[in-house]
T-cell receptor, first 112, second 109 residues
């Protein structure tokens, strides 16, 4: 099984443009998450979903939106990218919100 | 807000033992996780503690004291492949995971 996949692997984006980062898991996990990782700051939660059809805001949600139309997919959208959104983005999933999380390989995004 | 502290860097020799400390002040507690992250890769799960005491898993052990807001990860018989960042993360009352900034461990021959 693939586990959890993300696309694209990396992207350079002009400021003001929109972009959707894709995340798919095949483990039938209920919960999914989006984090950003910046040097010296560690992983910070952007948005999460405890089950299909529900989403919630994390620590740094501004400028990002998510949807959870089904169990497997959890896309993250930047409506109008800004340079401060330059980061490595990790998607993760867990069977339930209290179980260990499994991380995707990450998307490296540069906003110029 | 959540406050999770761990040292930025540690260096140790191959075959030695290293202890990575983590202290936390969070809005509630539903468990503490340790993750390993090699450079350029995704974090991978190492251990989980929810009760006080020591959990041992091969060369890695993790300890928790809830009253002190303290945990450590013990890496024994260090190998070169253990060079990585080690992330301490706490599950809060809302079952959201907050991460420390990570400890980069460098293993020298």
């Amino acid at each position: 099984t693939a586990g959890i996949t993300q696309a694209p692997t990396s992207q350079i984006l002009a400021a003001g443009r929109s972009m959707t980062l894709r995340c798919t898991q095949d483990m039938r996990h209920n919960a999914m998450y989006w984090y950003r990782q910046d040097l010296g700051l560690g992983l910070r939660l952007i948005h999460y979903s405890n089950t299909a059809g529900t989403t919630g805001k994390g620590e740094v949600p501004d400028g990002y939106s998510v949807s959870r139309a089904n169990t497997d997919d959890f896309p993250l959208t930047l409506a109008s990218a800004v340079p401060s959104q330059t980061s490595v983005y990790f998607c993760a999933s867990s069977e339930r919100s209290y179980n260990e999380q499994f991380f995707g390989p990450g998307t490296r995004l540069t906003v110029l | 807000g959540q406050n999770i502290d761990q040292p930025t860097e540690m260096t140790a020799t191959e075959g030695a033992i290293v202890q990575i400390n983590c202290t936390y002040q969070t809005s509630g507690f539903n468990g503490l996780f340790w993750y390993q992250q090699h450079a350029g890769e995704a974090p991978t799960f190492l251990s989980y503690n929810v009760l006080d005491g020591l959990e041992e898993k091969g060369r890695f052990s993790s300890f928790l004291s809830r009253s002190k807001g303290y945990s450590y990860l013990l890496l024994k018989e260090l190998q070169m492949k253990d060079s990585a960042s080690y992330l301490c993360a706490v599950l809060d009352n809302d079952y959201k995971l907050s991460f420390g900034a990570g400890t980069t461990v460098t293993v020298r021959a």
